[in-house]
């Protein structure tokens, strides 16, 4: 789960991360009011969406007076923010937030995220602060610097002074580093965090650290544990047909391309996904439908999927284990009574009752339902069905 970085921040300082001055603003009223109340000659004025890339967008602004927040609130509200992160679509920008501009010395980044391979947290810092990190990784390698957490011992005087050594600070700014750097784990970890990112991490003038940005996701699987999050969740940044799949316990999530994918359990629905691509095609979203699927949830499943126009074919491909194949079968053919399937289906059933399954399929003759043999070969015709071929 993400949240806006006004929310982040106010995590922030609940445990003690130094932030700039600011407030949370739905009006170019309250935006006024806002920096009234703030002591600043100017004004930094930021959308609040679940993207990155904000200022490149247009969607972060500098005021130098009161007029000028009046103005850059009125237009930033209610526009449509467009980033790499948002698609052609864009996100409508119905927040936004107000803070004290910072005399800056020096620009760092820092984060935290799981490193799965290695099984525990690490810790990334660079001197390279207010660039994408992805950038900075591909075209500066070195000047990304790593240090692995255990989370048996937790955050260690010798994690900070080993990052800032490699940051190049002095003795005062590192002992100011290590304990801001350790503040930032005790949240990630007490919170369940997936990733935490603060770029830019500012040195100011008194070798303090200050966010002047936060990002955080949250393990989803964790929520149940942390009320006071769940709580900040905004639907409004959601996919709704992805809302709508997790209501009926669908595992959805919408992506650009034009074949759908309807498979059960996670690792075969991504290894479907890269098959597709292989086959030169492009799937237009990742659906789990669950190792117990039924005639309702297939059917769900093939409502949402063609919710998206761009969906020229979909690929069925499930593994009988708990659910038999036959009844998979059957859940498709009832499916495609309930609701207009008009896109080819291609099906490849494997596991239990896979055979009955795709007799069943077969001697049902609807011409638009394509049986497929195995993996490769029904990918390859999802995608040739995808293109008219």
Same mark, same amino acid.
């Given at each position: @789960?993400?949240?806006?970085?006004?929310?982040?921040?106010?995590?922030?300082?609940?445990?003690?991360?130094?932030?700039?001055?600011?407030?949370?603003?739905?009006?170019?009223?309250?935006?006024? /009011?806002?920096?009234?109340?703030? +002591?600043?000659?100017?004004?930094?004025?930021?959308?609040?969406? !679940?993207?990155?890339?904000?200022?490149?967008?247009?969607?972060?602004?500098?005021?130098? *007076?009161? &007029?000028?927040?009046?103005?850059?609130?009125?237009? #930033?509200?209610?526009?449509?923010?467009?980033? !790499?992160?948002?698609?052609?679509?864009?996100?409508?920008?119905?927040?936004?937030?107000?803070?004290?501009?910072?005399?800056?010395?020096?620009?760092?980044?820092?984060?935290?995220?799981?490193?799965? $391979?290695?099984?525990?947290?690490? @810790?990334?810092?660079?001197?390279?602060?207010? #660039? &994408? %990190? /992805?950038?900075?990784?591909?075209?500066?390698?070195? $000047?990304?610097? =790593?240090?692995?957490?255990?989370?048996?011992?937790?955050?260690?005087?010798? !994690?900070?002074?080993?990052?800032?050594?490699?940051?190049?600070? +002095? $003795?005062?700014?590192?002992?100011?580093?290590?304990?801001?750097?350790?503040?930032?784990?005790?949240?990630? =970890?007490?919170?369940?965090? *997936?990733?935490?990112?603060?770029?830019?991490?500012?040195?100011?003038? +008194?070798?303090?650290?200050?966010?002047?940005?936060?990002?955080?996701?949250?393990?989803?699987?964790?929520?149940?544990?942390?009320?006071?999050?769940?709580? @900040?969740?905004?639907?409004? &940044?959601?996919?709704?047909?992805?809302?709508?799949?997790?209501?009926?316990?669908?595992?959805?999530?919408?992506?650009?391309?034009?074949?759908?994918?309807?498979?059960?359990?996670?690792?075969?629905?991504?290894?479907?996904?890269?098959?597709?691509? %292989?086959?030169?095609?492009?799937?237009?979203?990742?659906?789990?439908?669950?190792?117990?699927?039924?005639?309702?949830?297939?059917?769900?499943?093939? &409502?949402?999927?063609?919710?998206?126009?761009?969906?020229?074919?979909?690929?069925?491909?499930?593994?009988?284990? %708990?659910?038999?194949?036959?009844?998979?079968?059957?859940? %498709?053919?009832?499916?495609?009574?309930?609701?207009?399937?008009?896109?080819?289906?291609?099906?490849?059933?494997?596991?239990?009752?896979?055979?009955?399954?795709?007799?069943?399929?077969?001697?049902?003759?609807?011409?638009?339902?394509?049986?497929?043999?195995?993996?490769?070969?029904?990918?390859?015709?999802?995608? +040739?069905?995808?293109?008219?071929?």
């Amino acid at each position: @789960m993400n949240i806006h970085e006004y929310q982040a921040k106010q995590l922030f300082t609940t445990y003690g991360i130094t932030i700039p001055s600011g407030k949370m603003a739905e009006t170019s009223g309250q935006a006024l /009011e806002a920096a009234r109340e703030i +002591d600043s000659q100017k004004w930094i004025i930021k959308a609040q969406i !679940h993207a990155g890339g904000r200022g490149k967008g247009g969607g972060v602004k500098i005021a130098s *007076s009161i &007029e000028d927040v009046k103005t850059i609130a009125e237009n #930033m509200l209610g526009m449509r923010l467009v980033t !790499h992160q948002t698609g052609p679509k864009g996100k409508l920008v119905q927040k936004i937030y107000i803070e004290e501009v910072e005399p800056i010395k020096k620009e760092y980044y820092l984060g935290l995220v799981l490193d799965r $391979k290695a099984e525990m947290p690490v @810790m990334i810092a660079s001197t390279e602060g207010g #660039m &994408e %990190i /992805e950038k900075v990784a591909a075209e500066f390698p070195d $000047k990304i610097i =790593k240090v692995r957490i255990d989370p048996l011992i937790g955050f260690r005087n010798f !994690h900070g002074v080993e990052l800032a050594n490699e940051l190049g600070l +002095d $003795k005062t700014q590192s002992r100011n580093f290590s304990k801001f750097a350790r503040a930032l784990y005790n949240l990630y =970890k007490e919170k369940d965090a *997936s990733l935490i990112e603060i770029n830019p991490l500012v040195l100011k003038e +008194d070798d303090t650290f200050i966010a002047l940005d936060a990002k955080i996701n949250f393990d989803d699987n964790a929520l149940f544990r942390h009320k006071d999050i769940l709580e @900040m969740r905004d639907l409004s &940044e959601e996919e709704p047909t992805e809302l709508e799949a997790s209501s009926f316990n669908l595992n959805y999530i919408k992506l650009d391309g034009n074949v759908g994918c309807m498979v059960n359990g996670a690792g075969l629905a991504m290894s479907t996904m890269d098959i597709i691509k %292989i086959k030169g095609g492009e799937p237009s979203n990742f659906l789990d439908v669950g190792g117990d699927a039924s005639a309702e949830t297939v059917a769900k499943g093939f &409502e949402i999927i063609l919710r998206d126009k761009n969906v020229k074919a979909i690929f069925v491909n499930i593994f009988g284990g %708990i659910v038999r194949c036959d009844r998979i079968a059957n859940g %498709i053919l009832d499916a495609a009574k309930e609701i207009n399937v008009a896109v080819p289906v291609i099906v490849r059933l494997d596991g239990t009752n896979a055979k009955i399954a795709m007799e069943i399929l077969q001697k049902a003759h609807i011409p638009n339902i394509i049986t497929a043999s195995s993996l490769a070969d029904g990918a390859q015709k999802a995608v +040739d069905a995808a293109r008219g071929v």
